[in-house]
């Protein structure tokens, strides 16, 4: 099987060091560069093509938040998972924005980085979960007050039922074996959510799911 091709990009070189002795010791995991700031990201993006760029947002050039847009907009299909000191809501839903698949702080345990590793490059979408569900809170909340919960825009029960497992961080083929349909009927089925709903990507998915309250932040 294919390992999972990773990039990091980190300004510490301790850091980097860190990294690279922990996800070494993982059989499906390489990492095929390094590099120490933004524009350096984006040039080895191009160039190495890894399935995962592992960003951090503090950057002596370019912060992760613009590395990631140009990167997901030169490069769709590369994931980006951020890995940063920064826990707060404002620098989450901003790199989501952006366009990254994940959100790991330094503090995690090594365990959680690995999970999210795998998760982002199965297509999923890895929310710490102790950020997650405070932010998810908060999100909720504003939501409600926005009268955002309303219904849920004409999707069908099934579509509904396929969007929420997205949300949850299930693959296709985990959606497909929990509902017993076909691959290609979820993805037909999300393909159609996203047209319902003017969506291009599956974070603009799960922050929809968190306006419409569909994600059990108790879970």
Partial sequence: MPKIRLLMVDDHEIVRAGLRMLLQTQPDIEIVGEVSNGRAAIAQARQLLPDIVLMDISLPDMDGFEATRQIKRALPNVAILALTMHESDEYFFKMLNAGASGYVPKKAAPTDLVAAIRTVHDGGVFLYPSLAKSLVRDYMGRAAESGE??????????????????????????????????????????????????????????????????IDVEG
């Fill in 149 to 214: 919960r309303a219904a849920l825009d004409g999707l069908t029960d099934r579509e509904q039922e396929v969007l929420k497992l997205i949300a949850d961080g299930s693959t296709n083929q985990e959606i497909a074996d929990k509902l017993t349909i076909s691959v290609k009927t979820v993805e037909r089925h999300r393909a159609n959510i996203m047209g319902k709903l003017n969506l291009h990507s599956r974070t603009e998915l799960v922050k929809y799911a968190i306006r419409k309250g569909m």
